[in-house]
């Protein structure tokens, strides 16, 4: 059954559709600012052209093999066994260091997927609710305030009730645990 629940939690998880729309939207965002990009190139154009038109070709060859002498002169054949090895371990290294970088970019995009869907539908973030619901004062009669007015009132005594709440959202946000060293 474990292999039915996996599946069923990998087909209903939406985080690769908001990560999908994330990235339309971030995409998006960036074609909006080709056009700035074509008429700064269009406008840096030919001073880069007359810029190489004008270069010594003699000059750059001298300064690659100047270069390349360099190189080839910093290299000890006894430590380049030891260099390798190195090197493959650093390379690992990097590599789990881009396979988190992966992951948070991923959860990243996939939130800001989410808030996009919410924006297209239209939808208030929750987050913007629940300020709301904190900064303003409770309808009614409070101490010196005036009580509500009638058509308002009248507006909440016709709304039905919801008869069946939409299933839960999972977020994307990580959730850090506290430990009871963290708290002194």
Known sequence: MAIADDLKKTLTDPTPLYFAAGTADLAVQQAKKVPDLIEQLRAEAPARIEAVKNTDPKAVQDAVTAKVAEVLGAIDPKKLGETAQDLALRGVGVAAEYAVRAKETYDKVAVHGEQAVRSWRGEVSAEIVDIAVAVEPETGTQ???????????????????????????????KKVAVTADDAS
């Open 143 to 173: 101490a010196g305030a005036e009580p509500a007015s009638e058509p308002v009132a009248e507006a909440a005594a016709d709304e039905k009730p919801v008869a069946k709440k939409s299933p839960a959202r999972k977020s994307t946000a």
